[in-house]
């Protein structure tokens, strides 16, 4: 989240942009203004709701505020790595919140550490601050000759003395939008962030662009050359909230598409439909308009348990899908019913869910999912799993159907994915297909090994 909102409260407005912006990281948030060249930051581990109270969020004084919540995938968890990261500079204060992955980190920060820069962070962004904070000439100088260097995904909200930027990288791989807000500007990853601050969508930031908001207003340059789209398909499937705009189309109604693609690809003769909630109801529902199967809930999700800084015991730990999803055992019992979910990724919640519907009465279970077999890892941001971890990387089909003790099992193809989305390109596929959009020399190296990755940087 970035913002100018001149007169007005900037920090309140981005905490609760940040509010809506939740779905997108529960690690950690935090917030840094810019009031007249002072900078002022708070962040902690946790929700927003957690990280901020009145107290702290008075200090955040300042027109001009960027926010962040985070999803760790360089860099681990820790308070050590949230964001905004913030510096002093020559040219006054210097902070950046990061949306992304850089896969050339290990030789970016490299270089800085041979420049004599001393780092604090596991995270790319720090690299990227530091790289801004090195190189001459005015901000929106420093920040194309970034664009050059960083490799992957990244979309920015950049604070400095007076402006804040937003920065997308040229495959636009994630979202960044910019919105209007009586009299200033927002800048946010999705569109829903905008509604909840009154704001207005103005439109997409595009691949390669650098948006500035100041005193002046509003000002745009291309800051590199636009490489092909590749929109993270995985945005449309999961990440994205519901009531957000991709493209000039809503979410849930791209979800449901998915799932009228899936109904039509693999029918199947069932008595109800009964989504994975939160994030397969859409991809339900469209499932059962198209194959006119009722439509009904399942699995009551408790809504309180998320991600947590507390361990559970090892038996919870096991037993961990009977802490988020609770069968409703009246509307399974003596029924063939399909669950729709909209990804399987490591394939450790489907079969307990399988298992749950059977034991509260259900016949057969047949599981659809709402998009491709997730088969290689991503690299640009989204932390799916390593290599080894993903089920659909090392087993058919049919393997997993048994593993998760399922009656059929079946995923929507490709073909039918770019259906609902309404095209044939602009989007990043290579969960599914293995073909990343970087040159494949960079690939060879993201394969290695951790221990590989840092010899071949650092040297044996």
Known sequence: MGIHA???????????????????????????????????????????????????????????????????????????????????????????????????APQLRRELLERGTGLQTSSDTEIMVHMLAGTGGDWLTRIKVLMSRAEGAFALTILTRDAVYGVRDPWGFRPLVIGEIDGGHVLASETCAFSTIGARLVREVEPGEIVKLSADGVRVEQGAVPKKRAFCTFEQIYFSRPDSVHGGNLVHSTRQRLGRELARESPVEADLVVPVPDSGTPHAVGFAQESGIPYTEGLIKNRYVGRTFIEPTQRLREAGVAMKFNPLGDNLFGKRVVMVDDSIVRGTTSGPLVAMMREAGATEVHVRVACPAITDPCYMGVDMASPDELIAGHRTVEEIRRHIGADSLAFLSIDALMRALETDEGYCNACFTGDYPFESERFVQLRLSPKEQFARVWGD
Do not use: C, M, W
């Not at 935090?30 to 009145?54: C, M, P, R, W, Y």
């Open 6 to 104: 001149p007169g007005k409260d900037a920090a309140r407005l981005t905490f609760f942009a940040l509010h809506a912006l939740q779905h997108r990281g529960q690690e950690a948030a935090g917030i840094a203004t810019s009031d007249h060249g002072i900078v002022n930051i708070h962040k902690g581990q946790g929700l927003v709701s957690s990280v901020f109270n009145e107290a702290n969020l008075s200090t955040l004084t300042g027109d001009f505020a960027i926010g962040h919540t985070r999803y760790s995938t360089t860099g681990g968890p820790g308070l050590r790595n949230a964001q905004p990261q913030v510096i002093e500079t020559l040219d006054g204060p210097l902070g950046l919140a990061h949306n992304g992955n850089l896969i050339n």
